[in-house]
């Protein structure tokens, strides 16, 4: 069974930068996609970035194209999202999920606890 476990949120004013990571472990060779998704309460958790572990194909949520990277190293097991110029609206808790079919939003199925990240305007 996979986990994944996730770090490096924190608090930062506006304008600045945070780089989470997602350790994953277990069987992970069945996991082809690698995301990163956020809550805030009362919504919807939404898609923020999506890498394909073993392609070139690397997905973004509109509202975080060119401020976000996405980025993996298979051999450690490592996903990681570096969020510059961040926003107010950034605030959530942020999840790392992996997915054992595509990338798209609604085929992750593995979740980790969950990283908070505060951005103060």
């Known amino acids: 069974q996979v986990q994944l476990v996730e770090s490096g949120g924190g608090s930062v004013q506006a304008g600045g930068s945070l780089r989470l990571s997602c350790a994953g472990s277990g069987y992970t060779y069945g996991r082809t996609c690698m995301g990163w998704f956020r809550q805030v309460p009362g919504k919807e958790r939404e898609g923020v970035a999506a890498?394909?572990?073993?392609?070139?194909?690397?997905y973004y949520a509109e509202s975080v194209k060119g401020r976000f990277t996405i980025s993996l190293d298979n051999a450690k097991n490592m996903v990681y999202l570096q969020m510059n110029s961040l926003k107010p609206e950034d605030n959530a808790m942020y999840y790392c999920a992996a997915s054992s079919s595509t990338c798209r939003w609604v085929d992750f199925g593995t979740w980790g606890q969950g990283t908070q990240v505060t951005v103060s305007s």
């Open positions: 890498i394909h572990r073993f392609g070139p194909s690397i």
